[in-house]
């Protein structure tokens, strides 16, 4: 049995328009967790989650009728 995967999934929305994807591994839920925590205080970070790999594969569901994805960003 392979170890679990764990990965931080950043989503970035920047002010000029642009955005993307960042995915980090990490060894824990819990230490994934805690930087998810962190980097949804960034201004330009849309939605920060964990995810678990699947046999090694990560599919991205992007659901934008969320409560996260409504609430207001903090201004810069």
């Known amino acids: ?14 002010p000029n328009g642009d955005s993307g994807v960042n995915v980090k ?9 805690e930087a998810a925590d962190i980097e949804v ?14 046999n090694g594969v990560l599919t ?4 934008r009728e969320t409560s996260t994805a409504s609430e207001p960003k903090p201004k810069v």
């Not at 591994?25 to 967790?33: D, I, K, R, S």
């Not at 205080?41 to 678990?52: G, M, S």
């Open 1 to 14: 049995m392979e170890p679990k995967v764990i990965v931080l999934i950043t989503m970035l929305s920047l």
């Open 25 to 33: 591994p990490f060894p824990t839920v819990a230490l994934c967790a």
């Open 41 to 54: 205080t960034d201004p330009f970070v849309a939605n920060a989650e964990c995810a678990e790999l699947d």
């Open 60 to 63: 991205l569901n992007f659901n």
